[in-house]
Each structure stands twice: as structure tokens, then as C-alpha cells.
T-cell receptor, first 114, second 116 residues
Framework: SQKIEQNSEALNIQEGKTATLTCNYT??????LQWYRQDPGRGPVFLLL?????KEKRKERLKVTFDTTLKQSLFHITASQPADSATYLC?????????????FGTGTRLTVIP | GAGVSQSPSNKVTEKGKDVELRCDPI?????LYWYRQSLGQGLEFLIY????????KSGLPSDRFSAERTGGSVSTLTIQRTQQEDSAVYLC??????????????FGPGTRLTVL
């Protein structure tokens, strides 16, 4: 089965800096990779999806890259704000026809310090 | 419009009892998923419903776990003879469905289950 590793359980950065979160996988390369944000006591909220044939995807202050050679996705938050503090999860598809569920990583807890 | 709702928000039960957790997906979403999240852990896939197709039960940890989805809408996750290791947050999600592969999933707030 797929193994997903997200860098360091917790990441602290100063407000205004760029946060970079890493998602590494070890088995097959997924067709899609998604990033979610989860706040304490709440369900995850979808942020971005990137396909295997896409190198980079942007949405406002967010940027996701996908390197199928390195088997890695990087998630960047530029000009970080304290409101960006949350746990960020990466998720990969099972790459099985008709199976639409995702494998989730354990997440990285980001704290943006004012 | 309304998002995914789950009930109850919290459930405390005694070991050996059965529990039922409910999920109301977003109207029009044909796909429904159940996940489990233990403290400090990632989301563990449990079961997936897509329209009228047979559900994908490959993530259910034991035969004490079962789920059904009535009328293609509301879903109930049942855990029989609960064990302390079943304590976790149970999350339900829905999405538009298989015609849009791997589309974004909309999650409910979860049900926190505590087995004493």
C-alpha cells in the first residue's frame, strides 16, 4: 500500500515568511494529489488539487508542486499570516479504477508566529 | 447551502455496546466516504459509497464495523461491541462523484467517539 510522509510533525515560522511543507510518497505515483487544511475540532477543508502531468498549481498565496521523479509534493504559503496556523494534510488517490478514496498523510501542524 | 452534517458530535459509550453514527451528505453528491482519525494520526479510510454501486469496504478494520447508505443519501456507520481502541473521531465526507475523478471531498465536523 502507499506510504505517505509529511515533513516534521510541527513547523513554526515567522509571520510574513514563506512556509514550505513536504509530502513524500514511496509507492506508485498517484494520478492526483490533494492538499487539505484542518483546524482543531473540524473536518479537513480542500485547498488544491494537482494532477500528475502538472508541475505546479497556484491559488492566491498558495503554491503546490508535484515531482513524480522525486515522488514528492511541496506546498508553499507565501506571506504567511497567523490565520494560516493549522494542520495541513496531503492526500493521494489509490490509482485503482473506480476507487475514489484517498490516502491521507498524518499532516504537518503549522504555527505562524506574529 | 448546507454542508455535510454528522450526528452526534460527541458519543461516550461503554465497552461492548453498539453505536451508530450518522452522516448527511451534501445534496446531489453521489459519493460518500467514512474516515477515522485517532489522536495525532492521519485519516484512515474506512468505506466508500458511489451511487448505487457496491460499497468499497476495504478499509473497515474488522467485521464489527459496518455501514449503509439509504436512498443514496444519509449514511450510518455502525460499530458493534465497541472496544477502547475504537475511540477516535469519525469523519464523513461527500463529493460529486465518479464522473469527476478524485474531486474535492467536503468533510463534516466529525463525531468524537469515546469508549470507556
Amino acid at each position: 500500500s502507499q506510504k505517505i510522509e509529511q515533513n516534521s510533525e510541527a513547523l513554526n515560522i515567522q509571520e510574513g515568511k514563506t512556509a514550505t511543507l513536504t509530502c513524500n510518497y514511496t509507492n506508485y505515483s498517484p494520478a492526483y494529489l490533494q492538499w487539505y487544511r484542518q483546524d482543531p475540532g473540524r473536518g479537513p477543508v480542500f485547498l488544491l488539487l494537482i494532477r500528475e502531468n502538472e508541475k505546479e498549481k497556484r491559488k492566491e498565496r498558495l503554491k503546490v508542486t508535484f515531482d513524480t521523479t522525486l515522488k514528492q509534493s511541496l506546498f508553499h504559503i507565501t506571506a504567511s499570516q497567523p490565520a494560516d496556523s493549522a494542520t495541513y494534510l496531503c492526500a493521494l488517490d489509490r490509482r485503482v479504477t473506480g476507487a475514489n478514496n484517498l490516502f491521507f498523510g498524518t499532516g504537518t501542524r503549522l504555527t505562524v508566529i506574529p | 447551502g448546507a454542508g455535510v452534517s454528522q450526528s452526534p458530535s460527541n458519543k461516550v459509550t461503554e465497552k461492548g455496546k453498539d453505536v451508530e453514527l450518522r452522516c448527511d451528505p451534501i445534496s446531489g453528491h453521489t459519493a460518500l466516504y467514512w474516515y477515522r482519525q485517532s489522536l495525532g494520526q492521519g485519516l484512515e479510510f474506512l468505506i466508500y459509497f458511489q451511487g448505487n454501486s457496491a460499497p468499497d469496504k476495504s478499509g473497515l478494520p474488522s467485521d464489527r464495523f459496518s455501514a449503509e447508505r439509504t436512498g443514496g443519501s444519509v449514511s450510518t456507520l455502525t460499530i458493534q461491541r465497541t472496544q477502547q481502541e475504537d475511540s477516535a473521531v469519525y469523519l464523513c465526507a461527500s463529493s460529486l462523484g465518479a464522473t469527476i475523478p478524485f474531486d474535492e471531498q467536503f468533510f463534516g465536523p466529525g463525531t468524537r467517539l469515546t469508549v470507556l
